[in-house]
């Protein structure tokens, strides 16, 4: 999706980080297998942790063999075999790379719509297929989209602006998880994980926003800067729920590395996106 939901290596073993890799190596290769080679480039670590996610709640045991990168034949990878979800994840990956790209086309300035138009050529056969392959996501995906730009058009609140991002994360994440409290445990976490995605990319893009004359949905604070103060309670607000639909899910393995992306590589990410110039808050 954006690229904000990913470890943070100095506080996971060793293996840990080697399984986190094997993940994200086994869905580019699923990229590559399901859509071609050059899909490989729409490869982000949103979607491994979507990945790991679906793995992390079956119960059939994930498990790891040697490869090599096929890009590099000198270098050695581990291969993740949690086929079925990695499928998904990549899935995924197509389609909303193709709406972020329409919407870049649709919305952006005139030199971004130049660069980004011959991409999504490129990436609407994928999209078509992925459509295929799994309509119910294709169908969550268009109505994020439609959703998100009514959003923008009205230049809706933070929630309001969000609420697309999270009702897809929900989605995504529930699946087809049959009703019940653990439905209900997935659709929260995925909702408060979307809300979370969409606020950090709101604060990362927010100057690239004000100087461009791009919708934000965060306004200035009363001296026409960065609302770092404002953004930080929204995204620790959006992660602490995330935190309490975890701990109510059954998670059979990838515990740790889902752990550390909450506890260590989120709030990485909230510090990186919010961090006033010089030193000075706001």
Known sequence: MFGYVRVFQPELKVREWEDYRGAYCSLCRALGKRYGVGARFLLN???????????????????????????????????????????????????LSYYKLKDDVTDGRFLKRL????????????????????????????????????????????????????TLMAALTVRDTAAGEERDARARFGYCLGRWIYFADAADDWEDDRRNGGF???PADENGKKPNVRMREALNSSLAECLTAWHLLTRHQFDAILQNILQYGMPAAIARVTAPPNGEER
């Open 45 to 95: 670590y949103d979607f491994t942790v979507l990945a790991l996610f679906h793995m992390a709640l079956t119960c059939a045991p994930v498990t790891f063999s040697k490869g090599r990168c096929p890009f590099n034949p000198l270098k050695k990878c581990r291969r993740c075999h949690g086929d079925d979800a990695l499928a998904f994840a990549a899935d995924a990956a197509v389609l």
């Open 115 to 166: 660069s980004r138009r011959p991409l999504l050529w490129l990436v609407a056969p994928l999209k078509r297929r992925a459509a295929r392959l799994n309509p119910a996501v294709a169908e969550s995906m268009a109505g994020y989209y439609a959703a998100q730009q009514t959003a923008e058009r009205e230049n809706a609140s933070p929630d309001a602006a969000a609420h697309p991002t999270a």
């Open 216 to 218: 934000n949905p965060f």
